[in-house]
């Protein structure tokens, strides 16, 4: 049975910091890209960051130089840590695995930060 589990949202305050962490257990497959989603209150989710097996990393235009993804391949987890938080920020963050066969979505972790 597949698991992803999410940790390290939260509330912080305007220029704060938070670390999020998704582990994943149960993949049977070689995992390719691992990365961070997010969905705000009426708009669609979109990508925020993600690194493929190979260490290339992508992200969003709104966090390039504030966040930065990393992943570590012998416990399957993947890290997204979140500097100089904006209120536009605040949003459910989603934990996303990919394989060869399927993607794979975290339950998803709130993220509020204030002004």
């Known amino acids: 049975q597949v698991q992803l589990v999410e940790s390290g949202g939260g509330l912080v305050q305007a220029e704060g910091s938070l670390r999020l962490s998704c582990a994943a257990s149960?993949?049977?497959?070689?995992?390719?890209?691992m990365g961070w989603y997010r969905q705000a209150p009426g708009k669609q989710r979109e990508l925020v960051a993600r690194v493929t097996s190979g260490g290339v990393t992508n992200y969003a235009d709104s966090v390039k130089g504030r966040f930065t993804v990393s992943r570590d391949n012998t416990k399957n987890t993947v890290y997204l840590q979140m500097n100089s938080l904006k209120p536009d920020d605040t949003a459910v963050y989603y934990c996303?695995?990919?394989?060869?066969?399927?993607?794979?979505w975290g339950q998803g972790t709130q993220v509020t930060v204030s002004s």
């Open positions: 149960g993949i049977i497959f070689s995992i390719n890209t």
């Open positions: 996303n695995i990919g394989t060869i066969l399927r993607q794979y």
